[in-house]
C-alpha cells in the first residue's frame, strides 16, 4: 500500500498547470519504467513545486510508495552538500527524480546524489532546470522513435575511429575516439545501467581528442544557461587544441569571462570530458534551457567531468559545462570509409 510523507502529501495538495496534460505527465513514467511496488525519491525545490506535484499525483496514482523533499527545507541554497535526508532515502529507492533549478556551485551536491545513484544501480530522472514549456515540450516527444535513432546512431558512432562536424556559424572540429572509453545512449529510457536527464535523447561518451573551433551559437550549460540564455546573436567560439581550451571569444565580454572562469575552476575544467550527439526527433528549437537544449539534434560537448565512472575516462574534475551548437554536419570515419549521418541539423538516418 502506498505511504506518503509529510512533504509528498503537501505536494499532493498542489495544484498544476492545466497545460500539464496527462501525456505529458505519464511522460515521466514511460521513460522510467516505475512500476507500483517500487518506492521512489522525489527531490525538488519551491521553483519547481508545481512540476514536482504533477509527478507525485501520478505517483499516487499508480500506487506507488514515495518520499519527498523540498530542498528549501533542508539547507540554505546554493546547497553546499546534498541533504543527509536525501540520500539516507535513496538508499533504499528503486528510482529517484530530481526535478530542481540549478543554482551557481551546486554541482558537488549533485554529484554526491549520482554517486548513490551509480553505486545502487537506481533509475534516477535527472530534470535539471525542467520548466512547465519543457514539460509541454521535449516530455511530449515520441520516446520510442527517439530510442529507435538513438540506437542506430549508438551501433554507428560506436565503430567510428574519427568523428568530424562543421556548422555555417564556423564549427571546424575533429574528435578523435579512444576504443577504450565507452558510448551510451541516453534516449528517455532509462535503465539501471546509466541514469539519464528528461527530457532524453542523445548518445554521448568521452572522447579521445578534440581540435579545432566549436561555434556556441545555442546555448551554455549550467548556471550560464539561465543568464545568458540563446547565443545565436552573440555567440561564444572556443578554440580547442588537445582536447583543451586555448582561448574563447564573443561579442558578449561578460559571458566570454564567466565561460572562462568557469572552465578554470580546476586543473581539467577546461579539458572535453563529453563528446555527443542529440537525437531528440521531437525538439525542434532550442529554448534557452540546457535540460533540453543538448537533446536538440546535433552535436554537444562538455567542457570538466568526463563521467568516468560511464565512460571509462580515468580523470575528473569539479566542473562540467555544456557547449550547444547549431545547424551540423556530421561525418563518422571508420577503418574502412566514411558515412554522413547530418546534414545541416537534420539526421540522414530513418527511422
Known amino acids: 500500500m502506498a505511504s506518503f510523507t509529510a512533504t509528498a502529501s503537501h505536494l499532493l495538495a498542489q495544484p498544476f498547470p492545466a497545460e500539464f496534460t496527462p501525456g505529458a505527465r505519464s511522460a515521466v513514467f514511460t521513460c522510467l519504467r516505475i512500476l507500483p511496488d517500487e518506492k521512489v525519491t522525489l527531490i525538488t525545490d519551491r521553483v519547481t513545486e508545481p512540476i514536482a ?24 541554497r546554493p546547497l553546499t552538500d546534498m541533504p543527509a535526508p536525501v540520500l539516507e532515502d535513496m538508499e533504499t529507492s528503486a528510482v529517484s527524480i530530481f526535478a530542481v533549478q540549478v543554482q551557481p556551485n551546486e554541482l558537488r551536491s549533485r554529484m554526491q546524489m549520482t554517486d548513490v545513484v551509480n553505486r545502487r544501480h537506481m533509475r534516477h530522472a535527472h530534470m535539471v532546470n525542467i520548466t512547465p ?10 520516446y520510442d522513435a527517439v530510442d529507435r535513432l538513438s540506437q542506430q546512431v549508438l551501433e554507428r558512432v560506436r565503430r567510428a575511429v574519427r568523428i568530424r562536424a562543421t556548422t555555417a ?22 535503465s539501471r545501467e546509466k541514469w539519464g536527464n528528461l527530457p532524453g535523447g542523445e548518445c554521448f561518451t568521452s572522447p579521445g581528442e578534440v581540435n579545432g573551433v566549436f561555434v556556441v ?4 550549460g549550467d548556471w550560464l544557461c539561465a543568464r545568458y540564455g540563446l547565443l545565436e546573436a552573440a555567440p561564444l567560439t572556443i578554440q ?19 565561460f572562462w572562469a568557469y572552465t578554470h575552476t580546476d586543473e581539467n575544467s577546461d579539458r572535453v ?66 558515412e554522413q549521418i547530418m546534414e545541416n541539423g537534420r539526421f540522414l538516418i530513418s527511422v
Not at 580547442?240 to 565580454?253: D, E, G, H, P, Y
Not at 550527439?277 to 534557452?288: E, F, L
Open 240 to 258: 580547442i587544441a588537445q582536447n583543451r581550451i586555448v582561448s574563447c571569444s564573443s561579442a558578449n565580454k561578460q559571458l566570454e569571462q564567466d
Open 273 to 338: 570530458g563529453e563528446f555527443a550527439i542529440g537525437t531528440n526527433i521531437g525538439v525542434s528549437r532550442v529554448i534557452g534551457n540546457i535540460l533540453q537544449d543538448e537533446k536538440f539534434p546535433g552535436i554537444h560537448i562538455a567542457f570538466g567531468n568526463p563521467y568516468g565512472e560511464h565512460t571509462g575516462a580515468p580523470w575528473r574534475s569539479t566542473t562540467h559545462i555544456d557547449v550547444v551548437g547549431l545547424g551540423f554536419n556530421i561525418w563518422l570515419e571508420y577503418a574502412d570509409g566514411e
Open 133 to 142: 514549456e519543457i514539460m509541454c515540450d521535449g516530455m511530449r516527444a515520441d
Open 53 to 76: 506535484a504533477s509527478i507525485a499525483a501520478q505517483l499516487k496514482e499508480r500506487g506507488c510508495t514515495f518520499n519527498a523533499f523540498i530542498l528549501e527545507d533542508l539547507a540554505p
Open 169 to 190: 556559424a564556423g564549427t571546424d572540429i575533429v574528435s578523435g575516439m579512444n576504443p577504450e572509453y565507452k558510448w551510451f545512449k541516453t534516449s528517455g529510457i532509462i
Open 217 to 220: 551559437d545555442g546555448v551554455v
